[in-house]
């Protein structure tokens, strides 16, 4: 499912337009970013969290020359679904 079939069934489950719901949808990913960036926590109670985790440098090994290289920390965003989302899908 893609953004745009999100936006739509949106839509029509509201009575909105798909302009609304696109805009809504904007506001609801932006919230959701702003809400990361400080490392901070995100959770849909009923679907699950996002939350930020971080990554340790390590080695890592260039797949074409096979030379070790070094790969720097980062963090990466990280979905924890809710034990209801699982039981669902039985994850």
């Known amino acids: 499912m893609k953004k745009a079939d999100i936006i739509s069934r949106m839509a029509e489950g509201a009575g909105i337009t798909k302009a609304q719901a696109k805009k809504a949808m904007d506001e609801l990913l932006e919230a959701v970013k702003d809400g ?3 490392g901070g926590r995100v959770g849909f109670i009923g679907f699950g969290s996002f939350s930020v985790a971080e990554r340790k440098a390590r080695a890592g ?3 074409k020359t096979g030379e070790v290289i070094q790969i720097p920390e980062s963090k990466t965003v990280k979905f924890t679904a809710s034990e209801k989302l699982k039981s669902e899908f039985q994850i």
């Open 36 to 38: 990361l960036k400080d």
């Open 61 to 63: 090994r260039n797949p």
